[in-house]
């Protein structure tokens, strides 16, 4: 698996965006497009994770100029902020349902869990009560939180519907993942799900970014 994060800035209205370069100017893009040669590229996740929330202020010599990381209500004003974008530049893996058992399996119902797909496409927890979700560029797909014996531990796999519309609800977010390059993607409603073998050939068809822009 070879990934890239790059630092797009995008305006209140998402109708602006910029790209850091490796000079550290901006050039105007549009959001989470291909990478271009002089593009910055980050292959530190927390170097990549201490961009993304900044603010962003104009510049008249570099475009741009980051401030200091947002907090945790200013996504409620308007202003511009910095993204991490991932840039997959390697085939992507089908996720794989035993994996996800095995993991559910594995959690002991009365703590808060998050299960969640990684950027390598395997299934992970982790306990929501003390590990950092928002902003966690580990997370590519995420679930709904839960501590409910009816929803993990050995018990919950054992329901047959339950597992197979938990696996297909994560299918269609990491599709959604690729095609979109957005990270903590939340699965979709069981109303919206595909077959199996439809999401299986979307992800099998989807193309990474061309080495040679890499």
Known sequence: MKIIFSIDALSPAADKAWRLQSDDTWRTCIYAEPLQENDARLS????AEDWAGRRMQKDKERGLVAKDKAGMFDF???GTFAHAVLHRLSVAPIPDKAQMIQTTASLEPGTAWLIYLNTAGQFKAMDANNSKI????DIAVRGEIASSADYIGEQAT????????TYLQFLGGW???LKTSNMGVFIPDVEKLKEVSEYTHDIQNWQPESVNNA
């Open 44 to 47: 530190n996740k927390q170097i």
């Open 76 to 78: 409620l004003m308007r």
């Open 134 to 137: 928002i902003g966690n560029l």
């Open 175 to 177: 599709l959604e993942h």
């Open 158 to 165: 054992l329901k047959e519907e339950l597992m197979n519309n």
